[in-house]
């Protein structure tokens, strides 16, 4: 599986999911403190769609990587090495906007958000997706 060219329609949808959320009430401060990305502290994995997974393939492309290298620390792999930030926000998939982090405002409740997950669910079926999986293979996959 490669990436597409140019973007997909599932590519859309998944920007649309971002951009709706964004628009909800729902108050949040993330401040990228990046503690919800320490995935072997936090314990918790974001498990990510077919579609999420694409967008977040393309913008790790786009900073010049072709492979997803999990850390030995067991951190996010798209965390920036030296500097700790996340290199793929802006294409982040939807746990990690929606993410536990008390100190940007503890997890979105899931009726808050359930609309979303069925179009990635949605977006998941239409490109013969399983159903959501760890962010690190999730990604390499499409990224081979």
Known sequence: MSIPRKSSPAEQVVH???ERLDQRPIERNCVQRTECCRFRTSGKTPYVTKGEALVAA?????TGRKRVSPPE????PFLHP???RCQIYQARPLPCRTHFCQAAGGPY???A???LIW???RVD???QGDGARPIADAVQEWLE
Do not use: F, I, N
């Not at 393309?58 to 786009?62: C, F, L, Q, S």
């Not at 620390?73 to 996010?76: A, L, R, T």
């Open 16 to 18: 649309e999911v971002y």
């Open 58 to 62: 393309r913008a790790w492309r786009g």
């Open 73 to 76: 620390d067991g951190s996010c």
């Open 82 to 84: 030296k500097t700790g």
């Open 109 to 111: 409740p899931r009726k």
């Open 113 to 115: 958000v359930q609309d």
């Open 119 to 121: 179009m990635l669910e």
């Open 125 to 127: 079926h239409e490109l």
